[in-house]
Every structure is written in structure tokens, then in C-alpha cells.
């Protein structure tokens, strides 16, 4: 307890030694996790505006002329159990044609004498947070079941905003991979100058028994304590900008930039971890 | 406590030392003395395992270089205090913080720290100068806070790496008479040097190296 009390002390002390060179392991964390962090924010609120696209997603199904009323309601049970299927609601022949009067302001009976339309029901497919949405095998097992007549969906509109919105995310996160992977190699280096700095020291432990564990754990904290401080410091310019923007624009538009807290903490892990990997890497070459 | 049986070891260039055979009983005083180059430094570094034999077997204690795991080296060095030439204390803390430095090695906590580095601050008379850096001391008593960091844990043997060299006659003989001192107390000393006029008088063992090769015994 009070070796691991005396290991943190000597890796804040790491820290404050080489204060140029933690700055800029800092600089370059709270950089990259700036970046990934509007990401992440931009990746929150797309959320929002795909989960509001595809809650316009929907499948209407007519059903053959002759399906009365109970025979649509055994269909519909029948298309509750298909895979991609959130709900169903039906639409029977007299909905129908209340919902044609009222959009088209004329009584279809008083013209032709009957009412032409079809029994139907109308689908609101599952969506799975993230993945994409893909209505294809849902539209072939509609398609099969008997008595249905014909599948209506905006197939070309889902599969492009399903389609542009994966190669969005795609992106993102070769960008993020792409910052993580810097910000790694720039601790790795920031680390091996400190180790480089105390290789007297490194040497003198080593020549009176101090195991390689004790010598490393001070550059490893001192790797994590420039992610913890990087990615804080990310985060406090995060939560600022999103703040004063959402005061800023209050008055112009209803919609407000989620910030989600959780996504900081993945910031803040991520970060830790980029300090873990980049210090093990950086002692990696003198105490092999 | 130490033996050396028929010990080589070659660095790349052809240099070392070789068939080295000697023995050092516990609480024994010794020179390991002879010219620069002749090979002290090697043996030293052999003792505690930093180099390890091409030939032959080095015996530390309980420990056999045959045998060692690399993982047990560093316990093998806790039961020795090591004092090197260039004194080999950290700038970078003072002299409470670089005594106390092996004792935090081990896990010591705070208070047994305490009283252990004052103690031995006290045996090798720079209490006053325990919250000094390195930098504000003269040689002699950075020499002699480099043997209170070797004397802390209470080793069996001290190794002594030319710990006069850079000192004065009269300040080098005062570093000396402080390990005879803790010898006297039971803690084995070997110490290197090439400095035969000072140490001949002394009337202790002298092993003496030349080119690689023992001499005499
Ligand atoms: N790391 C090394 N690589 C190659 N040769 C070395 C190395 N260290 C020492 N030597 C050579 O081995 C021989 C013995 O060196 P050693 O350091 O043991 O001598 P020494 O007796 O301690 O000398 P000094 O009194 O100058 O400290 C010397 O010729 C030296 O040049
Ligand atoms: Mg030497």
C-alpha cells in the first residue's frame, strides 16, 4: 500500500518535471478526444434525426378484395410473428375510406355505389439502435403470405438514408481510429523521453533491487495521468461549447444538442487507455 | 557468503576476466584491488548479477548464477548495498528521499522509513543534512550518503565500487574508516580499488586483479 502510495507520488512527480513535454502529450490527447468528442456528439444527435427518419419507415399492406374484416385480422396475427415487425395496425375497408374522404373530400359510396377500397394494415418495422435497417426479407415474407395483394414501402428512400448514413459512421471512426493511433504513438513518446531522462535513475534502482514493475508503474501512471488530464480537459470544452451553443440558438430552433454524459465517460476510458497502451510502448524500449 | 569458482566472462571486444576463484566470508573486510581496466568493475557487476558468468558459477548467499531466475535478481540486491565511484545519488530528491529510496523498494511504510533513514543518517553523521540535495553536498558527504543508502536495509555485505576515487587522501582514508566501522558491526565489505598507497596500511585481505586474472588471494 505504501509502495503503490509512493509509485503514484512519483509518477505525478514525472508528470511535473517535464512539464514541456507533458504539455504537449496533454495538448495532443485533449486534441484528438476533442475531435473524437464532437464525434461522438455529432454521432449522438445524428441519433436523433435517423431515429426520427425511420420512425417514418412504414410498410402498407393490402390484402386481396375478398379478405372480409375477421380474415384480415388472422393475417395481420399472422404478420405480428415475422422477424422486423415492431407492431401492425389495421386498416380496415370503412377506415379506408373514411381516411380517402377525408383527404380527398368526396364519398366514394355516394359515386360509385360501393366501397372499392381493400382491407389493409399498415407496419412499423424494428429498428435496432445502430445497425442498419434492411426491409428486403420482410418485404419477400409479406410478399408470400396468401391473400396479399400488394407490398407498398418507400424502399429506394430507406435504403439511401440507410446507406448514407452507414458511410457516415464508417468514416468517423476511420478519422477516430486514425487520431487514436497519433495520440498513441505521441504519449509512447513522451513517455520514452521521460524514460530517457531518468535512465540514472532507471540504472540506480535496477543496481539496488527494485523490480522492473516498481521502475515502470511511475511512467505508466504518468502515460495515464496525461490521458486523465488531456481528456478532462476535452471534456470541459465539450460541455462549454455545447452549453453556449444550445443558449446561443435557444431562440432560433426547438432542437437542443444532446450532451450525453456516458459518451464522456467513454472519452475519459478511451483515454485512459490511450495512456496505458502509448506508456507501455514507451518503456517498452529501455527496460526490455 | 561469495564464491567465485573458476568464473570467466568475456565482453564482446575479448576483455573480462577469467578463471576468477576466490571466496568472502560473512563479516570479512577485503580489497579487490588492481590497476584501471584490470577487471574490478566486472567482478562487482558479477556479484550482483548484472553480468553473468560464460563459465564457471557465481554464489551470492543463496543464490547460484547457474540457477537464478532472471525474476529473483532484483532479491538477490536487496541483501546487498551497493556504492559506486560517482556516488549515484538522484539530483532530483534530497538526501532523506535517496536513503530512503530501497526501503520503498521493499514496501516499507512511512514511520518504519523514518526511523530507518534517520538512524542510519545519524550513523554516518549527516543528520543535519537530511533535507539537502546531492548538488549541495561535498564529495565526501555525498560518498557517505551513498553508503547510508547502501546501509539502510541492513545488507550482509557492502560492495564498494571505488568510493574514493573521487575524493581527497584525508576525505577518501574518513570514507574508509566509516566502513571499517560498519564491518565492525558484522556486515561483510569488498571494496575495489586502484588506489594501493592508500589501502596498504590498512592491514585488511587484499585480492588483487591483473589483465583479467587474479593474482593473489
Ligand atoms: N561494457 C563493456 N564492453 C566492453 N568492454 C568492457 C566493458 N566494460 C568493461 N570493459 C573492459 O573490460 C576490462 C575490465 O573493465 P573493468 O571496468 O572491470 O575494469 P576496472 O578494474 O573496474 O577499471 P577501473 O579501475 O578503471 O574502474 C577493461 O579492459 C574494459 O575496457
Ligand atoms: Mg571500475
Redesign the pocket.
Known amino acids: 500500500m505504501s509502495k503503490l502510495i509512493y509509485l503514484l507520488y512519483e509518477g505525478i512527480r514525472n508528470l511535473w518535471r517535464h512539464k514541456l513535454t507533458t504539455f504537449t502529450a496533454i495538448g495532443s490527447v485533449f486534441f484528438s478526444l476533442l475531435i473524437i468528442g464532437i464525434f461522438i456528439i455529432v454521432q449522438q444527435n445524428s441519433h436523433q434525426l435517423i431515429d426520427y427518419v425511420r420512425s417514418e419507415y412504414r410498410i402498407e399492406v393490402f390484402f386481396e378484395d375478398h379478405v372480409n374484416n375477421e380474415d384480415a385480422q388472422l393475417i395481420v396475427d399472422q404478420i405480428k410473428e415475422l422477424d422486423g415487425v415492431q407492431s401492425i395496425a389495421i386498416v380496415t375497408k370503412e377506415d379506408a375510406l373514411k381516411i380517402y374522404q377525408d383527404q380527398f373530400d368526396e364519398n366514394l359510396i355516394d359515386i360509385l355505389g360501393y366501397n372499392p377500397l381493400p382491407n389493409s394494415a399498415v407496419i412499423n418495422i424494428d429498428k435496432h439502435g445502430n445497425s442498419e435497417v434492411d426491409v428486403e426479407p420482410l418485404i419477400t415474407n409479406l410478399e408470400k403470405i396468401s391473400n396479399v395483394n400488394e407490398v407498398v414501402y418507400e424502399g429506394t428512400l430507406i435504403r439511401r438514408v440507410e446507406y448514407f448514413y452507414k458511410t457516415i459512421v464508417k468514416i468517423i471512426s476511420y478519422i477516430a481510429i486514425g487520431l487514436l493511433v497519433i495520440t498513441i504513438i505521441v504519449i509512447s513518446n513522451t513517455v520514452k523521453l521521460s524514460v530517457y531522462a531518468k535512465r540514472d535513475l532507471i540504472q540506480n534502482l535496477k543496481s539496488i533491487g527494485a523490480t522492473k514493475m516498481f521502475i515502470k508503474t511511475p511512467f505508466i501512471i504518468e502515460g495515464i495521468l496525461d490521458g486523465i488530464l488531456g481528456s478532462l480537459l476535452a471534456i470541459i470544452v465539450l460541455f462549454v461549447a455545447v452549453r453556449s451553443a444550445n443558449a446561443y440558438f435557444a431562440d432560433l430552433f426547438s432542437f437542443k444538442i444532446l450532451f450525453n454524459i456516458y459518451g464522456m465517460v467513454w472519452l475519459m476510458a478511451i483515454a485512459i487507455l490511450i495512456g496505458l497502451i502509448g506508456s507501455y510502448r514507451g518503456i517498452r524500449v529501455l527496460l526490455k | 557468503m561469495i564464491g567465485f569458482n573458476n568464473v570467466t566472462y568475456t565482453?564482446?571486444?575479448g576483455?573480462?576476466?577469467f578463471n576468477v576463484h576466490f571466496r568472502i566470508l560473512p563479516g570479512e573486510f577485503s580489497f579487490l584491488i588492481?590497476?584501471?581496466?584490470?577487471?574490478?568493475?566486472?567482478?562487482?557487476?558479477l556479484i550482483y548479477m548484472d553480468l553473468l558468468p560464460d563459465k564457471g558459477e557465481v554464489n551470492v548467499n543463496r543464490y547460484s548464477s547457474k540457477k537464478i531466475r532472471k525474476r529473483k535478481i532484483p532479491h538477490l540486491r536487496r541483501d546487498i548495498g551497493m556504492i559506486f565511484?560517482n556516488f549515484n545519488l538522484l539530483n532530483d530528491r534530497n538526501l532523506f528521499e535517496n536513503v530512503a529510496l530501497p526501503l520503498h523498494i521493499v514496501g516499507y511504510n512511512k514511520k518504519e522509513i523514518r526511523d530507518r533513514v534517520i538512524a542510519i543518517l545519524i550513523e554516518v553523521g549527516l543528520e543535519d543534512k537530511a533535507y539537502e540535495y546531492p548538488w549541495e553536498l561535498s564529495g565526501g558527504e555525498q560518498q557517505r550518503a551513498c553508503i547510508a543508502r547502501g546501509l539502510v536495509k541492513d545488507p550482509d555485505i557492502i560492495l564498494a565500487?571505488?568510493p574514493t576515487?573521487n575524493l581527497d587522501p584525508s576525505t577518501a582514508l574518513q570514507i574508509i574508516r566509516l566502513l571499517e566501522r560498519i564491518n565492525r558491526k558484522g556486515t561483510a565489505v569488498l571494496m575495489?580499488?586502484?588506489n594501493y598507497r592508500l589501502i596498504k596500511e590498512l592491514g585488511h585481505r587484499f585480492i588483487e586483479?591483473k589483465n583479467?586474472i587474479i593474482q593473489s588471494r
Not at chain 2, 35 to 45: D, L, W
Open positions: 565482453y564482446p571486444n576483455m573480462g576476466v588492481g590497476p584501471s581496466g584490470a577487471g574490478k568493475t566486472t567482478i562487482i557487476r565511484q565500487d571505488e576515487g575495489a580499488s586502484h586483479i583479467g
